[in-house]
């Protein structure tokens, strides 16, 4: 078995849906860059990036934020609340944005990526095209990056799809930037005290979730 | 910095949509195991575990689903190819048998899951939840795992959407399993001669996907 393997797995064990995070123990600097550093990182339909991710820890925002997140107390209490956040409405200009990104970082001409730039907008206009759920997909994919990586490094996680998301956008000013709120994770560290923190895993056996056409 | 994520960040770096597979390289038997084993591990909603993933490595299934992928070629010449499925249609026994599931791991009575399975039917049964599109977000936390995870072991991976879902289900004759597919990831190993794999990898910098509120 491949090492790296088992240590992932190990940490996917270990990981769980935190509900009590201890507020007195905050993420340390250079960990949370190494998170981020994996956010940045993550693979995107296209390689277009179209996120935001709002790294929350002021706690005035965090109290408003509550009401909306239907009284979870790990939205205040976790070291770092994420907001995985995506352009509100998709414009053309987005993939002009990144073709200039690619052709900077690549030293090559804007035009010489223009086959590439047609090819996206094509698929992207076609009018029977989920422009809102593809973008929404992506950041799903950034979620569960996160929560690999946060258990690689023995931080806590609670990915949370339950939270009224007109109210954070609404919270966090994101209409402004053309942003809406998709999903979100508290990070930080468990409390000792979480009951839910020593309850087995449950998981269907290998047969039932995996089928093999060989 | 953490030295796990320093090692999973160069895996993040290392890894890249594999355009070329070397259709002579095979996943060893252990690797595969692991990868799968990641799979199953991964987060879901309620924790409810609505999938199915195929492992495909079955030559003239795949040679079946090379057109509806729009003729790329890493579907067939992959070690393997996953394609990520959820049930076309949720039934709230599917919430039943994960009580059950729960209860049996935990050695608890069935009974003192109630209320977890009131909350979930209640949920559920919202006319505004969003079935189809919850279930399919999940399937793409599995996906950022699974790309982690390869990534971590050094076997290559291209996530693919492009593909007709519909044709997919009728090759894969999902239908009479209740089920449908939604995203697809061919893993293997690169061909030394793939172009993509030495381009620069195009990330924008932190600053444009990250905003801190403090």
């Given at each position: 078995m491949n090492k790296n393997l088992d240590n992932y797995n190990a940490a996917l064990r270990w990981r769980y849906a935190t509900k009590s995070f201890d507020p007195s123990k905050k993420i340390p600097q250079d960990v949370l860059d190494g998170l981020l550093e994996c956010l940045r990182l993550t693979a995107s339909s296209f390689g277009l990036q179209l996120w935001k991710f709002l790294i929350i820890s002021n706690p005035e925002i965090r109290a408003n934020l509550l009401a909306p997140s239907y009284s979870q107390s790990q939205v205040v209490d976790a070291s770092h609340l994420i907001v995985f956040c995506r352009p509100k409405s998709f414009d053309p200009t987005m993939i002009e944005t990144f073709v200039n990104q690619t052709a900077s970082t690549r030293n090559q001409s804007v035009e010489s990526l223009a086959p590439f730039k047609e090819y996206m907008d094509k698929a992207t206009q076609n009018p029977s095209f989920p422009t809102e759920k593809w973008m929404d997909n992506q950041l799903y994919i950034a979620l569960g990056n996160l929560l690999s990586a946060c258990a690689l490094a023995g931080v806590d996680s609670c990915p949370m799809e339950g939270f009224s998301k007109p109210k954070y956008d609404e919270v966090l000013g994101l209409e402004n930037d053309n942003l809406t709120a998709v999903v979100a994770c508290p990070i930080g560290y468990r409390l000792?005290?979480?009951?839910?923190?020593s309850l087995a895993k449950v998981r269907y056996p290998l047969e039932k979730v995996v089928s093999f056409l060989k």
């Open positions: 000792e005290s979480d009951k839910y923190a």
